[in-house]
């Protein structure tokens, strides 16, 4: 202890103490199922697929507005990480490796799907304010508030779908999954200001489409 005061020292064990928690915070919780799946196991990623696909139609969903083209989608998600799981190397948690995946194949399909129409509003699901995933029920004994939360839900909808893709994303995993930033920088392949960056666009612009709306008819 001579050659190093114990001020120092103790400074050096809390550091390694703090090393040690946040590599134990970032033990993969499905590195077992994945390993299983790895080796041929079908029931390990099964229960991978059960896990995760509520956020993930919830996420594909969210950036498309289809329901039909959200469930096509999460299939071919799956589908594409059953094929790749072999390949999984550990180097991020496994949800961040799936959520990757689910984010590139749902932008690639955005981009084909403007090819194909003048407008994505011309094949945005406008049902969606009445999907169970997103009406709550329990304003459904005030129909003054449910009507007005069903026109909120569409108004934002619509507002969404006037964001670029990539802000669409951003926007989805932040506000409506409560994704951290850098999370959803690992998830896109960017870096933590970006996803700051591209908040602020995408916040001010959803602020301007949705300025007409008046949020105090919620209280009625």
């Known amino acids: 202890m001579s050659s ?3 001020s120092a020292y103790d400074s050096q064990m809390a550091a390694n103490e703090a090393a040690g928690e946040v590599a134990a915070a970032r033990v993969d919780p499905d590195l077992e199922l994945v390993r299983l799946a790895q080796s041929g196991d ?5 229960m991978l697929i059960v896990k995760y696909s509520p956020k993930l139609y919830g996420l594909v969903y969210h950036m498309t507005s ?3 083209d959200a ?5 071919d998600v799956f589908a ?4 790749s799981v072999s390949k999984f190397k550990g180097n991020s948690m496994f949800y961040t490796w799936l959520y990757s995946i689910a984010t590139n194949m749902t932008l690639n399909f955005l981009k084909k799907r403007k090819r194909r129409a003048a ?9 969606i304010q009445n999907d169970p995933a997103f ?9 003054r508030r449910q009507t007005n939360i069903h ?4 108004k934002l909808n619509e507002a969404m779908q006037k964001l670029s893709d990539d802000h669409r994303a951003v926007v989805t995993m932040f506000d409506i999954q409560g994704m951290a930033h850098g999370e959803i920088a690992e998830i896109l392949g960017i870096s933590d200001g970006t996803v700051r960056s591209r908040l602020f666009y995408a916040h001010q612009q959803l602020r301007g489409y949705l300025s007409d709306f008046h949020g105090s008819e919620l209280e009625q």
Do not use: M
């Open 151 to 154: 026109e909120l839900q569409k």
């Open 80 to 83: 594409k990480a059953y094929r």
């Open 42 to 46: 079908t029931k390990a990623f099964d």
């Open 71 to 75: 469930h096509d989608l999460l299939q």
């Open 4 to 6: 190093i005061s114990a």
């Open 66 to 68: 289809n329901k039909d």
């Open 135 to 143: 009406v709550d029920y329990g304003h459904r004994s005030n129909p």
């Open 119 to 127: 407008s994505s509003l011309d094949i945005v699901d406008t049902g």
